[in-house]
């Protein structure tokens, strides 16, 4: 009889990389003690930067939360996201006031406006300690065109209360606003069925 032990079969060399990968995650979630609000960004030229804010709304308001939300671009044409969360007008403030895509106003001076009136919303929002969740969807683009000042933004971001969580969405978010979030996904984009000449369709984009 051999003296060398048998090989462990498949199902065991799974068990053991299985158990090891569970060690080192557990002992990522014990170091992770810290608790309070987060920034989330999500940026990027792909599909799903909103659609993902607004699965973190639905999540919040699961959990109860109180939540607002306010929209800096959309607003010329109604959503599905908009429809079904107005059915929560005792937890969620919810507010659209964008004018609509800028090359469909073609009035810069109307479109800062509107972004100067958003963010005014928006700000009061962020200082309200009784707002658990802020959705600031497609703020990055009003901030791209400088239609409301990054600096500004960022400040009352910092000031706002400790246990609120923020998630602001929308292509080319700023280098200082990146590096202030906890986190960042940015959205690539692969493919899309509207470059096949497949128009907008509802429950997808709209």
């Given at each position: 009889m051999s003296d060398t032990p048998e090989q462990s079969g498949p199902e065991e060399r799974h068990r053991e990389r299985m158990q090891r990968k569970k060690e080192l995650v557990d002992r990522k979630i014990a170091r992770a003690t810290i608790e309070r609000g987060v920034l989330v960004v999500n940026t990027g030229n792909g599909k799903g930067k909103s659609s993902s804010g607004f699965g973190m709304l639905a999540r919040s308001l699961g959990h109860g939360f109180r939540?607002?939300?306010?929209?800096?671009?959309k607003g010329s044409f109604s959503?599905?996201?908009?429809?079904?969360?107005?059915?929560?007008?005792?937890e969620l403030d919810y507010h659209v006031m964008g004018e609509?895509?800028?090359?469909?106003?073609?009035?810069?001076?109307?479109?800062i406006q509107a972004a100067e009136a958003a963010w005014k919303v928006a700000a009061?929002?962020?200082?309200?300690?009784?707002?658990?969740?802020?959705?600031?969807?497609?703020?990055?683009?009003?901030?791209?065109?400088?239609?409301?000042?990054?600096?500004?933004?960022?400040?009352?971001?910092?000031?706002?209360p400790p246990q609120q969580h923020v998630v602001i969405t929308g292509r080319g978010a700023p280098d200082t606003l990146v590096e202030l979030a906890d986190t960042v996904t940015e959205m690539r984009l692969?493919?899309?069925?509207?470059?096949?000449?497949?128009?907008?369709?509802?429950?997808?984009?709209?």
């Open positions: 939540c607002g939300v306010v929209q800096f671009i959503t599905g996201e908009e429809a079904f969360f107005r059915r929560f007008p005792d609509g895509y800028t090359w469909e106003t073609q009035d810069k001076a109307r479109d009061d929002m962020l200082a309200d300690a009784s707002i658990d969740f802020v959705l600031l969807d497609e703020l990055n683009i009003a901030l791209v065109k400088g239609y409301v000042d990054v600096a500004k933004v960022c400040e009352a971001l910092k000031a706002r692969v493919k899309h069925a509207f470059q096949a000449g497949i128009k907008a369709q509802k429950g997808i984009e709209l």
